[in-house]
């Protein structure tokens, strides 16, 4: 009978669990494991049900239904109610401390569980004093977010009042839990308060043998097989019973092996068990299933307004992809034409080239070569500047009436579609854009032109012929001149030599430069024709590319009109589609919930 000896507890040892939390307190603690499948479970959903309820809101089904999912989130986490009963000075306390592993009970060398105390989470901590036996304690415990507690008094000191109260708990209780002190774990109050209770009332009972570590393992193990025989020969049947060490449960918090400690300390296999009756809590599957039932048809009608809201943005869709292709089949048909008066300047700058053209045969004279080539020059640079000139007039003209021929008739078409399905007005004055868009023009593409004109290569060489040309005309008139000259002299004087140095001028170096100067001709005509085919080949180009240059332009211009309706459909789109995606994504994790879900038979 030594095993069963009551060993007095000095205060010291009462204390020693509770200066462990204090001390715990300050330093990063484990996460206490008691439901935590279930309740990590239950936190995936509740926020998923956040989700859907946000989904819900902004898809445009009636409110309640986003109201009536964030009310399943909040009944979702109906706190389960733990009952501990137990002997005075059976360590009730500590070992609630230690379980939930926060300091959330009185632990003092002296009893204190005088009333029955009801611990519920508050933001401060308060008690309400019922009456004289009850007392309501709010603590700013997370977990008793998920757990209420109610802390018995011994039941060796139990009262009339006490023990009513205790039993209206009892059936409601998710758990009970009986505390046997190991010092004396078949205190006789507690077995006789045990058997007062309803049997039917007993489902969900623990038996936990506190203070383990005053007891060696074979003193342990010899009392647990005794208690299965109180148990049975008492009640006739035999309840889970756990060994537990409160105190070392608590000194795990500081230690390194903190993990090992625990384990040790008999809480975990408590932990393990408490956890598999919360996860198998019929009337939690039940509400649980309830929940992704409700969940379901939420999502059901959701889908059904997106249906609507998918078919609405795909005829959205379709009017914003219309308005640009009806832009961009105008910009084709305007591009097709504005092409043919790329080919009415081909005509224009032929017929300027072949005014030049004589201009310059004109120039290339024999007589009109003694005028300085370089004023020849400037006359055709002059002349051609003033015909590229005229070309970009016409033009820029014709650009101007060939793209905004069509334009009006494309707005009005595009804003009544626009009207119908955005609801949005016309733009009031549409004839400004094409103003902004011509503004300038005409200055512009005179000036690129223009641009394309230099060529100081060919302007160098015609210069530089025309020169030569003049310099051989003039030597050959020159010879003419001279030869003459010495013809009079030679019938003058009646000498050979004179008729001999006007043969010589007049046969031989007259005809030479005259030769040269034929040949400067012809190189100038070709230097002036490479000024223009070059000339003629840029204009070509800078037109061509300044004609798709300006049609932008003004379909720049012209499509920002319907900006306002693109902005409303992309607006509306990137509202919904990410909608859409949150929508798959939560129905595609609800149905897999419902599929693992436990099923629940309804009760008779």
């Known amino acids: 009978l030594e095993i069963f000896r009551v060993l007095p507890r ?60 964030r009310q399943l989130k909040a009944s979702l986490r109906s706190p389960f109610l733990f009952v501990v009963a137990g002997e005075v000075n059976s360590g009730k306390s500590t070992f609630l401390n230690a379980l939930f592993q926060e300091d959330f009970c009185d632990v003092a060398p002296t009893p204190t569980t005088e009333r029955i105390y009801y611990f519920k989470h508050g933001k401060e901590s308060r008690e309400v004093r019922i009456d004289d036996s009850f007392v309501e304690v709010f603590r700013p415990a997370p977990f008793l977010r998920d757990f209420h507690i109610v802390d018995t008094p011994g039941t060796n000191s139990i009262a009339e009042g006490h023990q009513e109260i205790t039993e209206r708990f009892i059936p409601m209780a998710d758990l009970v839990i009986f505390v046997f002190s190991v010092t004396n774990p078949w205190g006789a109050t507690t077995w006789e308060f045990i058997e007062q209770i309803y049997s039917g009332w007993l489902k969900d009972v623990v038996f936990v043998i506190q203070q383990k570590d005053l007891r060696s393992k074979e003193e342990i193990d010899e009392i647990l097989t005794h208690m299965k025989e109180v148990s049975n020969e008492k009640l006739g049947r035999e309840f889970p019973t756990f060994a537990v060490s409160a105190r070392d449960a608590c000194d795990a918090f500081t230690r390194k092996d903190g993990e090992a400690a625990h384990e040790d300390s008999g809480f975990r296999a408590l932990e393990s068990h408490i956890s598999s009756l919360v996860d198998g809590n019929s009337s939690v599957a039940r509400k649980r299933n309830g929940v992704l039932r409700s969940v379901r048809a939420v999502i059901g009608e959701v889908e059904r307004q997106f249906a609507h809201e998918r078919q609405d943005l795909d005829r959205s869709g379709s009017v914003s992809r219309r308005i640009d292709a009806e832009i961009e089949m105008e910009s084709k048909r305007s591009m097709e034409q504005l092409k043919e008066i790329s080919g009415n300047v081909t005509g224009e700058f032929a017929r300027a080239r072949l005014r030049m053209a004589s201009m310059l045969d004109k120039r290339l004279g024999f007589f009109d070569s003694f005028s300085d080539s370089k004023g020849v020059v400037t006359g055709l640079e002059r002349e051609l500047s003033e015909a590229v000139s005229q070309i970009s007039r016409n033009t820029v003209a014709a650009e101007i009436r060939t793209i905004e021929s069509g334009l009006p008739t494309l707005h009005d078409r595009l804003s009544e579609i626009v009207r119908a399905k955005f609801d949005l007005p016309a733009h009031r004055n549409p004839g400004a854009v094409w103003e902004a868009a011509r503004f300038g023009l005409a200055e512009d593409f005179d000036e690129r032109l223009q641009g394309v004109l230099v060529d100081s290569e060919n302007l160098e060489k015609l210069e530089t012929s025309l020169h030569a040309r003049r310099k051989s005309v003039r030597t050959c ?61 840029a204009l070509e180009r800078k037109i061509n590319g300044t004609h798709e240059e300006y049609l932008q332009r003004y379909m720049r211009r012209f499509s920002a009109l319907f900006d ?21 994504t939560l129905k595609s994790e609800f149905a897999d919930l419902e599929a693992k879900a436990p099923t629940v038979k309804s009760p008779a």
Do not use: W
């Open 10 to 69: 000095t205060p010291s040892q009462s204390t020693f669990s509770l200066r462990g939390l204090l001390f715990a307190a300050s330093l990063p603690r484990m996460q206490s494991r008691v439901g935590s499948p279930y309740f990590e479970q239950t936190e995936r959903i509740g926020k998923m049900l956040s989700s859907l309820a946000d989904v819900a809101e902004k898809s445009g089904v009636p409110p309640v239904r986003a109201h009536h999912l």
């Open 477 to 537: 008139a020159l010879m003419f001149v001279l030869s003459a000259l010495a013809c009079v002299l030679g019938f003058l004087f009646s000498s050979p030599l004179p008729f001999l140095a006007a043969v010589v001028m007049g046969v031989i170096v007259a005809p030479v430069q005259y030769l040269l100067g034929v040949r400067h001709r012809e190189l100038a005509k070709r230097f002036f024709d490479g000024r223009m085919d070059r000339a003629e080949t």
């Open 564 to 584: 306002p309706a693109r902005e409303k459909f992309d607006n509306r789109r990137n509202y919904f589609e990410p909608l859409f995606a949150e929508l798959k």
